[in-house]
């Protein structure tokens, strides 16, 4: 997916070496969202493009971002060695996000993005007001013994998890044992027939992660009249 050209472009930022992309919207900023991508991939990514330009349609400042990993090197996956590094990346991304808008800052990321950021926000209580996992690998397919939830029971962040059926990081029900342990509200939203990548422009993925983020969260405490219609499966 090409980016944009025109207006609503996004601008190019430096953040920490990489290039990220600012989206800003033609309404009044309602809040911001600091987004990024997985394992295998980089802020270029279709979904990313897609949630970025709907959050921003909607009133929302989005910083897309490349984590430490995918900055120090084109291809291949994070080493677990320096995954602190892409959780203080996603931190130096939220600040960044925060002097660019004001009201509720949420973190949007993919599988490894996602998994970083509920990290970084359980060790930081308040970097985020609201977090927003696509395809959370909740275990390596094939292996539920491993589940990666250590974590979870520190995490006081309200979160939205979007999760295909298909998807072999997790079940729907391990899932929901798995954030059960999350003393805050959370939303698990199914994507039936989806698979880990969610196939944004098959199940408008996009448009769920914003539909939901508003449905848990509430509107914007700089703007109360954030309103979102219901999903259109026919769109």
Known sequence: MPELDGPDAPAEVDLGGGVAFLHTSRIPSRGGLALTHGAGGNCNSVMLQQIAAEWAAAGFTVLRFDLPFRVRKAKGPPHPSRSEDDRLGIAAAVERLRAETTGFIAFGGHSYGGRQGSMIASEQPGLVNGLVLTSYPLHPPGKPDRLRT???????????????????????????????????????????????????AKYDAARRTL???????????????????PFDPSR
């Not at 999760?163 to 509200?185: N, Q, R, S």
């Not at 539909?211 to 219609?229: I, K, N, Q, R, Y």
């Open 150 to 200: 250590e974590h979870l029971p520190a995490l006081r962040t309200p979160t939205v998890v979007l999760h295909g059926t298909k998807d072999p990081f997790a079940t729907t029900a391990e899932l929901e044992a798995a954030f059960a342990l999350v003393p805050a509200p959370t939303l698990l939203v199914d994507i039936d027939g989806a698979g880990h990548d969610l196939a944004p």
């Open 211 to 229: 539909e939901a983020a508003v449905s848990l969260f509430g509107t914007s405490p700089s703007d109360p009249s954030v309103v979102v219609p």
